[in-house]
């Protein structure tokens, strides 16, 4: 069970390029977010999935898309990379918030730097 | 979701009681009190979590006040490997929500020989 894997772990980027931020989870959870935290911040909801074919935005989603075409994968997408979205994103899963036991799990993080 | 309140900072002594304290006077009566911690940069891990009653888990134990306004997330014996930023966050247990989490700065701790 290896829970919730991002890839990848670093990346650099060119102002104006464009990546996607794989995200992956194998507990069969419905809801999956994704976060992203600044140096010496909280973390910052960008889009989010209550399950395959539906996404929401979160607090930041202005420069990203996502999509949610299986239960497991929650690619996000950065279509014009600028500086301002050098930061740490982390992907979550959870089992819906009215469960028994609905904590969120996530991933490791992928550190991206645009220059 | 109610906002929280938490210390920036905490030091404590390996092997003593952790006590890290939240402040949530503006929750709701169906909003619960998560705790996660973060250790050096990795994803958030979650510890526990709670409604009403004070609740123990093989990490930690959570103790709310009656009044529900705040709360102490305890590490009964903390390790050096204890050290991390904590974040308190309460949040409304609804399908409609999403299970939205929002994160703070929390409290960074600092476990000392």
């Known amino acids: ?115 | 979701d109610a906002k929280t309140t938490q210390p920036p900072s905490m030091d404590c002594a390996e092997g003593r009681a952790a006590n890290l304290p939240c402040n949530h006077s503006t929750i709701s009566g169906n909003e619960y009190v998560y705790w996660y911690r973060q250790i050096h940069s990795q994803g958030p891990q979650y510890i526990i979590h709670g409604l009403k009653n004070n609740e123990t888990n093989e990490m930690a134990s959570l103790i709310i006040t009656e009044d529900r306004k705040s709360s102490t997330l305890i590490l009964p014996h903390a390790t050096l490997r204890d050290t991390a930023v904590y974040y308190c966050i309460v949040r409304v247990e609804d399908t409609g929500t999403a299970s939205k989490l929002t994160f703070g700065t929390g409290t960074r701790l600092q476990v000392t020989l």
């Open chain 1, 1 to 115: 069970n290896a829970g919730v894997t991002q890839t990848p772990k670093f990346r650099i980027l060119k102002i104006g390029q464009s990546m996607t931020l794989q995200c992956t989870q194998d507990m069969n959870h419905n809801y999956m977010y994704w976060y992203r935290q600044d140096p010496g911040m909280g973390l910052k909801l960008i889009y989010y999935s209550v399950g395959a074919g539906i996404t929401d935005k979160g607090e930041v989603p202005n420069g990203y898309n996502v999509s949610r075409s299986t239960t497991e994968d929650f690619p996000l997408r950065l279509e014009l990379a600028a500086p301002s979205q050098t930061s740490v994103y982390f992907c979550a899963s959870s089992y819906p918030p009215d469960s028994v036991n609905s904590p969120l799990h996530f991933g490791n993080g992928t550190r991206l730097t645009v220059t």
